[in-house]
């Protein structure tokens, strides 16, 4: 069956400081991936997406995410975080010729000033 | 990208009683997707709506419950009907890239926050 997993539920790190959140998916098919930003009182934001090509993405914000497929992983990273990075992640995968998506159940990252 | 606008942005609603959400998008796109987003929890598709057909419910979803229209190619509504404070949610939609493609791209509205009491 296919589900995404995001180990992590809360994540806290300094300003400044490197991020990674984890996203593992499991999809029998070619994947479609996205990460997307939940701000306090907001809606989602589409950070990125991978659908085929050079396994690194660049998004918005300063994110990248990799593509591993012999990890079924979708990583997200930045370099250095800042405080307005504060919210909620999601990884979502995009079932292929449906729209259908199947997001995981997200990851609360709180930055300490 | 696509600009999604939703009404209302937050309700509080009594039990027994329906709500209409409304979403607007700037670009006419075929797919439209309706969410509910439970507190603490992730997003779950209710149904997708075509401009001119029925919309489809997922698994654990009815029209009765929440009756969905599509009267043109930038709007939609969604209705919860005789809620109760389990409906208490936020309700997000969502539209494929009005650019168009196969990459299933979506775009997200901003949210309607319902607490029913």
């Known amino acids: 069956a296919q589900s995404v997993t995001q180990p992590d539920i809360h994540i806290t790190v300094s300003e400044g400081a490197s991020l990674e959140l984890r996203c593992n998916y499991s999809?029998?098919?070619?994947?479609?991936l996205f990460w997307y930003v939940q701000s306090p009182g907001q809606g989602l934001q589409l950070l990125l997406k991978y659908f085929s090509g050079d396994t690194l993405v660049q998004g918005i914000k300063g994110f990248e995410a990799e593509f591993k497929r012999s990890q079924s992983s979708f990583n997200l990273r930045k370099p250095s975080v800042h405080w307005s990075d504060a919210a909620e992640y999601f990884c979502?995968?995009?079932?292929?010729?449906?729209?259908?998506?199947?997001f995981g159940t997200g990851t609360r990252l709180k930055v300490l000033a | 990208s696509a600009v999604i606008s939703q009404k209302p942005s937050r309700d509080i609603c009594q039990r027994g009683t329906s709500l209409t959400i409304q979403c607007q998008v700037d670009?006419?796109?075929?797919?439209m997707f309706w969410y509910r987003q439970q507190p603490g929890q992730s997003l779950t598709l209710i149904a997708t709506?075509?401009?001119?057909?029925?919309?489809?419910?997922e698994s654990g979803f009815v029209i009765d419950k929440f009756p969905i229209s599509r009267p043109n190619l930038t709007f939609s509504t969604l209705t919860v009907s005789n809620m109760s404070p389990e409906d208490s949610s936020i309700y997000l939609c969502?539209?494929?890239?009005?650019?168009?493609?196969?990459?299933?791209?979506?775009?997200f509205g901003p949210g309607t926050r319902l607490l029913v009491l």
């Open positions: 670009s006419q796109v075929t797919m």
């Open positions: 969502s539209v494929e890239d009005p650019s168009g493609g196969p990459q299933e791209t979506q775009y």
């Open positions: 709506a075509n401009q001119g057909s029925e919309a489809t419910y």
């Open positions: 979502a995968v995009g079932l292929s010729g449906t729209y259908k998506y199947i």
């Open positions: 999809y029998g098919a070619t994947p479609y």
